[in-house]
């Protein structure tokens, strides 16, 4: 069972108590009308599958109901860390330096 950190509670539960949102940091086009099918799609589906640390947005759904960033290794399904909604994406590099 994974444990994960809510930031706004800041309790540490049961996944059960969360659900996974997507990926974490992806701009929305600025002008959507603009975009080609291929850009478009693009937006909408391809997301990135890294080995290794990978930013998520996850929401606590038994508890505050708000989204949050996380910081999850996909190897060992660790979450690194977790953080507010709107805070910028963490340097990896400071992140791991921190273990």
């Not at 937006?43 to 038994?62: D, M, Q, T, V």
């Not at 996380?70 to 340097?91: E, I, N, W």
Request: charge should be negative.
């Amino acid at each position: 069972m994974l444990l994960i950190r809510c930031p706004y509670c800041e309790e540490t539960l049961p996944e059960l108590e969360f659900a996974y949102a997507g990926e974490a940091h992806i701009a929305r086009p600025a002008d959507p009308s603009g975009q080609s099918d291929d850009e478009w799609r693009d937006y909408l589906f391809i997301r990135s599958n890294p080995k290794g640390p990978h930013f998520e947005r996850w929401r606590h759904i038994h508890g505050c109901g708000r989204f949050f960033n996380a910081v999850r290794d996909t190897v060992s399904d660790k979450f690194l860390m977790t953080y507010k909604a709107g805070k910028d994406r963490p340097d990896l590099a400071t992140l791991e330096a921190g273990e």
